[in-house]
């Protein structure tokens, strides 16, 4: 089935990682040109954009203001314009702590990489998309948002209020500047990816696909294909607002013994 997305300009964010880069070629496949954003993986980021036809590399820190702005205005004189945006950028802090170990240092650092960058990036997108009168907003949140996760309850927080009260706002205000503009949100659960790559040994495995009907890891194009479905106004094009699970039918409760 036709996508329709080929020609569309599209950025990802944190393109140089895992789930952002396979975002970019799944894209790129469909025939869009795609904006590889990245934070420090330059030359990560200029390995993908040799790949892909008519794709570009911009680097930008999401936690800054006025390199999130630049970052759009580049894009707009590159491609002259955006019809997409996969708001993908995003850490998860390593240590495991609990909310009584956590510094407050690492909470606002984790909210401001998190949060604060997809709220960054979704004003920018929605200012062009008041320039142009369309474009589709697709934000990347987690499993941790929907069940929660010990030890990473900044993270956790973080994307709870991205695929929560920021994805639903933003659905219902995409309209005042395009009419048939839409946000959506894709919450993956545990990925094979640079972030988890080393943390998932087969111990590890075993005990977390136990809240999973499907046992086992996604990959980033799993991921990337339901990303692409949501971008896509012939696949999905009266979807808004939605959060798409992408985790094996993972539950907050144990489904294997």
């Excluded at 036809?53 to 820190?61: E, S």
Aim: charged residues 20%.
């Amino acid at each position: 089935m036709d996508t329709g997305l080929s020609g569309k300009r599209v950025l990802v964010t944190g393109a140089s990682g895992g789930i952002g880069s396979a975002c970019a070629r799944v894209f790129a496949a469909e025939g869009a040109r795609v904006v590889v954003h990245y934070k420090s993986g330059k030359e990560r980021a200029d390995e993908i954009v040799a790949e892909l036809d008519g794709a570009i590399a911009i680097g930008a820190d999401l936690t800054v203001e006025a390199e999130v702005d630049a970052l759009f205005e580049q894009a707009r004189e590159q491609l002259g314009g955006l019809d997409v945006c996969v708001a993908n950028a995003g850490v998860w802090p390593t240590p495991d702590e609990g909310v009584w170990q956590v510094s407050l240092a690492r909470w606002e650092e984790t909210l401001r990489a998190n949060l604060t960058a997809t709220f960054l990036t979704a004003r920018g997108f929605l200012r062009e998309v008041e320039r142009t009168g369309h474009g589709n907003i697709v934000l990347i949140g987690s499993t941790a948002g929907r069940f929660g996760e010990a030890g990473h309850a900044d993270y956790a927080a973080a994307k709870s209020a991205i695929q929560g009260g920021l994805l639903l706002s933003l659905k219902n205000e995409i309209v005042r500047i395009a009419p048939l503009g839409r946000a959506n949100a894709v919450a993956p659960g545990w990925t094979v990816s640079p972030m988890t790559r080393g943390a998932l040994d087969p111990d590890v495995v075993e005990r977390i696909t136990r809240t999973m009907a499907l046992r086992k890891v996604a990959s980033a194009d799993d991921i990337a294909r339901a990303v692409v479905v949501l971008a896509s106004d012939e696949l999905s094009g009266h979807i808004t607002g939605q959060v798409i699970t992408v985790a094996g039918g993972m539950e907050g409760r144990t489904l294997h013994g």
